[in-house]
């Protein structure tokens, strides 16, 4: 029975991210109760893209088996941000951790870009982080 509670509420959280992602909603204008979102800080963001030099030979597919999609997949550290892990990133909005780079340690997070040329004309900034829901695993 707790089990799925839980999976309803995962559920639940994910319909209201995809809502809000989709509206480009920022976390402070949600009215939902956020107190167990992980706030982790100033975290450096960088791009990727699947071109060969940003993705070497993996193109789109995803350390988790995904396939890297445009304003849904990031790369993290998963010792810092767990796979499957709903992120909100202040100023870019929701995303979830499908990935990870061998330049990705800590608090960094590269964001998955469609284009090549963006991902350069995007460069290295710095945003709030906060993980709005872990993957549940039990």
Known sequence: RLKMFKVKKIIAAVATVATLAAT???????????SNATYLGNCKLTFYCPCSSCSDSWGKQTATGTTAKQGR????????IPYGSTVYIEGWGY????????????????????????????????????????????
Do not use: M
Request: glycine share 12%.
């Open 24 to 34: 480009n909603v920022g976390l402070s204008a949600y009215s939902g109760d956020f």
């Open 73 to 80: 997949t990031i790369a993290v550290d998963p010792d810092v």
């Open 95 to 138: 995303y979830v951790a499908e990935d990870c780079g061998g330049g990705v340690n800590g608090n960094h997070i590269d964001i998955y870009r469609d284009s090549h040329a963006v991902c350069r004309k995007l460069g290295v900034q710095n945003a709030k982080v906060y993980i709005v829901e872990e993957e549940w695993t039990h």
